[in-house]
């Protein structure tokens, strides 16, 4: 134990986990600084000034050891006890000063910023009280274990009788009684830093001096404190506790906790080649213990009263006590082993034992990540070219279940505890396989269906589910500008929406059906008699602030750009009869009417003001990347109608097994009903086989293999990809055959074409469009377009680069916001590159203020909700866009997982830098 006198112990435990809170604590005050009174303000930089001077002298005292070659003093750790606990103490006095109570939780990103305090500080705490230990027991053999085991049984007993006796003394209101419960409460802290000095000092001097009795009853005590007592904390906290301190209910916690206690209950073997083989053995499960001892190094002072409180204190000090005494152990089997082998083979050997169970969780955490990036990257960047990718499906099936427990979502009972996250390991895990963002519900059903054919989350709730239509619009109205240099019109649709009823807190929500070549280029929302507009950010963000302001009942409204070009429109909080004012501006190419909806649809006429625009009769509009066609021009071009190709989708997935015959059934009458014409076969599941219906395709269709979901989608997709490149001038036709009710509406590019059933109910029939519009003309098509009546947009090229695209989005205009439109198709038709070419969409988007699919709109109340915005944005700019932001209701950030590695490092640098 004296090797804790190293100085690099001060820098691993003392000073590194201080700068670690300084930058937590940073992030933190920039958001919320704009929220803080002066009051708060100087408490902030007193407590900021306090923790820095102990900072720099710690920093100053072990580099000054360092350089010199000498140890720690013992004075340094009541030196860093006293400052440490005073610290906390003071701190926790003050928290309601420091972080007010109207500050919103959620604010605080880094987490309960009390929480990150004592995790971070009592590591330094405790190392205190490890040197205090030292200095006070300099002979271990003439150490009085009996009187230290008394005190630790006495203490809780005086414990109970001071607590007991307090109201007897006066508890009340005045100032002695104040000045009584400030002096009881440093009474009780004391009593309880002497119970944890008195628990530590039995134990080492039980686990170095080994003393008749403890030697004779060496199983009885070893046996109960390394493989009783952990195991029934386990039991306690997954099935009476219910979580209190993280889920540790998998099975490998109770079985690494029994190997591990085995093993450091068997004797000490003389040979030495058995020695070093449970030496190595040990010192892999010597990092659970030592997880388990961080775990609840921040809970060592609740131990004292929970001993008479839930009579189960004693479990809580059981990580401090098999640390202290496997640590000793472990020193032993490393001073017998030196006799036999050098330096140079034992410390790699207890380091790659210590490295073994990280290791294992690592490539646990690789696998997972690789099988979700994987069938991410298959789901939302396909290549269409290439053929699709196999998938483990039991890695995705564990990675999916491991997601789905860690999110924990709908978990508001305190009952429930911390049930689905594990301290540190759960961080870890959203870190390195989620970078720090998560899956929607709707997502992992998403991969479960396609995949697996089932569903990992039920009871969801859909997101941004429409709430009860409480606030109508009250009123609205129109002003529009024309600018002839650019020929486009500005218009402002105001509105005033009403809450109908007398409840508070009710949620305006409504969707806008914008028509081809409208674009949104800005919003404002009125809020306490001043308008604010709205910040352009990454939608993941928006969405994100947007609940969490929700949910504490404050003033957000925000715009959503979705698919078939939806926009959703959201203001929140209506008040009892409360009216309110925003707006949208619409940058458009001629006179447009769109639609409302609402209880009743409502059509809204923008004419233009500027006599010069009137009569004027837009037929396309072109520019270096595409072409803007409205109805009128599109009604001027050629009618056509392409010759069908037909392609056969059959469902491959699991529930379609031992089903072969049923389908070449159905597939004989329509290939007969179609005869001769073409026809190609698509066998289905979350990948594809095809082939043409010709020639041996029966025995083809009876050696495939099913597995997974139906994946529709994706084959209607590759089919319409493909058919553009390959053979434009015919009409794809599809059919899809599948035992699923409930097929999903495809939109392949942004045209929806609904799905109807034929013939039966197991056969769904894809129809294409009996005749189209052929821009330019019939003989070179560069385009067909559908002949609806509504506008269109034609890319020139086949596939722009982004370069180009992002080139012509400089300013906020009507022809930045098509080359905006032009990239997001691109996007859709070339997922393979969404990565990249989605961070050039979101930053020209910003460039020019207009809004696309993955920027909105949202109006905030103050600085530090922006503040907030701009700090979630910065975490989804920098993750996969395929990831979601976490959805809890008020999540609180886990804690850190770096003092894990910390301590790690602190033993390996107490192994490398030992004295002889």
């Known amino acids: 134990m004296k090797n804790l006198l190293n100085p690099y112990w001060a820098l691993a435990v003392v000073v590194l986990p201080h700068f670690i809170l300084f930058s937590l604590f940073a992030s933190s005050y920039q958001i919320i600084k704009s929220l803080l009174t002066p009051e708060n303000l100087s408490l902030w930089w007193k407590f900021g000034l306090g923790l820095s001077v102990i900072t720099i002298s710690s920093l100053f005292y072990a580099v000054f050891c360092l350089t010199n070659k000498r140890d720690l003093h013992t004075v ?199 020695r070093l083989l449970l030496f190595v053995l040990r010192s892999v499960g010597f990092v659970y213990i030592a997880y388990f001892f961080v775990v609840f190094l921040p809970f060592l002072p609740l131990s004292l009263p929970a001993m008479f ?15 202290i005494v496997q640590a000793q152990i472990l020193t032993e089997d490393y001073a017998y082993l030196r006799y036999h082998w050098n330096d140079f083979l034992l410390v790699p050997v207890f380091v790659g034992g210590l490295a073994c169970l990280p290791t294992l969780f690592w490539v646990e955490c690789a696998q997972d990540k690789y099988a979700l990036k994987t069938a991410l990257a298959y789901l939302y960047e396909t290549d269409y070219e290439k053929p699709s990718p196999h998938i483990n499906l039991a890695s995705l099936r564990h990675a999916l279940e491991n997601v789905a427990s860690t ?48 569903q990992l989350i039920t009871n969801t709730r859909p997101a941004n589910a429409t709430p009860v239509q409480n606030v109508v619009l009250d009123s609205l109205w129109t002003e529009t500008n024309y600018d002839k240099n650019r020929g486009e019109y500005v218009t402002w649709l105001h509105t005033k929406a009403r809450n109908t009823t007398q409840m508070p807190n009710q949620e305006f929500a409504t969707e806008i059906t914008l028509p081809t070549g409208v674009w949104v280029g800005d919003y404002y929302l009125d809020i306490e008699n001043r308008r604010e507009h709205g910040i352009l950010a990454e939608k993941k963000a928006v969405k994100w602030i947007y609940q969490q302001i929700v949910n504490v009942r404050r003033d957000p409204g925000f715009l959503e750009l979705k698919d078939n070009n939806k926009l959703a429109w959201r203001i929140f909080p209506f008040m009892d009869s409360q009216v309110r004012t925003s707006g949208i501006q619409f940058l458009h190419r001629e006179p447009l009417t769109f639609k409302l909806n609402n209880k009743k649809e409502i059509e809204i006429r923008t004419l233009p003001i500027n006599q010069e625009a009137k009569g004027d009769i837009i037929e396309t509009t072109e520019t270096d990347l595409g072409v803007y066609i409205s109805p009128a021009g599109k009604a001027k071009l050629p009618l056509v109608t392409r010759p069908a190709q037909y392609y056969l989708i ?7 097994k031992g089903k072969t015959d049923a389908y070449l059934a159905s597939l004989k009458k329509i290939g007969e009903s179609l005869q001769s014409q073409k026809i190609e076969i698509v066998l289905m599941n979350y ?13 083809r269709l009876r050696s495939r293999q099913a597995e997974g979901g139906f994946f529709a989608d994706m084959a209607i997709r590759k089919i319409l990809f493909h058919h553009s490149k390959q053979r434009p001038h015919y009409q794809p036709v599809i059919v ?56 269109s947009i034609v890319v020139k090229e086949p596939k722009p680069s982004i370069e180009k695209l992002t080139a012509h989005t400089q300013e906020r205009s009507w022809a930045s916001g098509l080359h905006l439109h032009i990239a997001e198709q691109m996007i859709e038709q070339y997922p393979s590159e969404m990565q990249a070419r989605w961070l050039a969409v979101v930053q020209a988007s910003f460039r020019t203020q207009i809004q696309g ?64």
């Open 309 to 323: 409180v839930f009579g189960a204190g004693s479990l809580m000090l059981m990580p401090l006590v098999n640390f």
């Open 76 to 274: 340094f750790g009541l030196l860093a006890l006293l400052a440490h606990g005073v610290f906390m103490w003071l701190f926790l006095m003050n928290y309601e000063y420091i972080i007010p109570r109207d500050i919103p939780a959620w604010l605080l990103m880094q987490g309960d910023l009390l929480m990150l305090v004592y995790t971070f500080l009592m590591p330094a705490c405790v190392y205190g009280l490890f040197l205090m230990v030292i200095h006070f027991t300099p002979d271990v053999y003439k150490a009085n274990a009996s009187i230290d085991f008394m005190l630790v049984f006495l203490i809780p007993f005086v414990c109970y009788i001071l607590v007991s006796s307090m109201p007897f003394f006066g508890w009340g209101n005045g100032i002695t009684a104040q000045i009584f419960q400030h002096i009881m409460i440093v009474l009780l802290v004391s009593m309880m830093a002497a119970f944890l000095f008195f628990l530590t000092r039995f134990f080492y001097v039980v686990a170095v001096r080994q003393d008749t009795f403890f030697r004779d009853a060496r199983i009885v005590w070893q046996v109960l404190c390394f493989v009783c007592l952990p195991l029934l904390g386990l039991f306690l906290n997954n099935e009476q506790f219910h979580f209190v301190f993280g889920d540790f209910s998998q099975g490998y916690f109770y079985g690494i906790a029994l190997c591990n206690g085995l093993l450091f209950c068997l004797p000490a073997f003389e040979h030495r080649y058995l």
């Open 407 to 454: 999110k924990n979502t709908r978990n508001n009972d305190f009952a429930e505890g911390q049930k689905g996250k594990t301290p540190y390991l759960s961080a870890f895990y959203r870190w390195y396989v989620l970078e720090n963002m998560t899956l929607s519900d709707a997502k992992i059903n998403h991969l479960s269906q396609v995949f697996l054919n089932t």
């Open 687 to 699: 990948r594809e086989t095809s082939f043409p219906m010709q020639g041996d395709w029966q025995a």
């Open 853 to 916: 699919k993955a920027t909105s709109f949202i109006a905030l109340e103050n600085e530090a909700q922006k503040e907030a915005l701009l700090a979630k944005q910065k975490q989804t700019l920098k993750a996969s866009h395929y990831l979601d932001t976490h959805d809890e209701e008020t999540r609180r950030m886990d804690e850190p997982v770096w003092i894990w590695a910390v301590l790690l490092a602190g033993l390996g640098v107490w192994w490398y830098f030992r004295k002889p």
């Open 736 to 791: 899809l055959l599948s035992e699923q009710k409930d097929l999903p509406t495809v939109t392949p590019f942004g045209e929806p074409r609904p799905i109807e059933k034929w013939e039966n109910t197991h056969i769904f029939f894809l129809p294409a469009p009996a005749q189209e519009r052929a821009y330019p003309n019939a003989q070179k098509p560069l385009a067909y377009l559908p002949d609806n009546g509504e506008p």
């Open 650 to 656: 059959v469902d491959n997935g699991n529930e379609t």
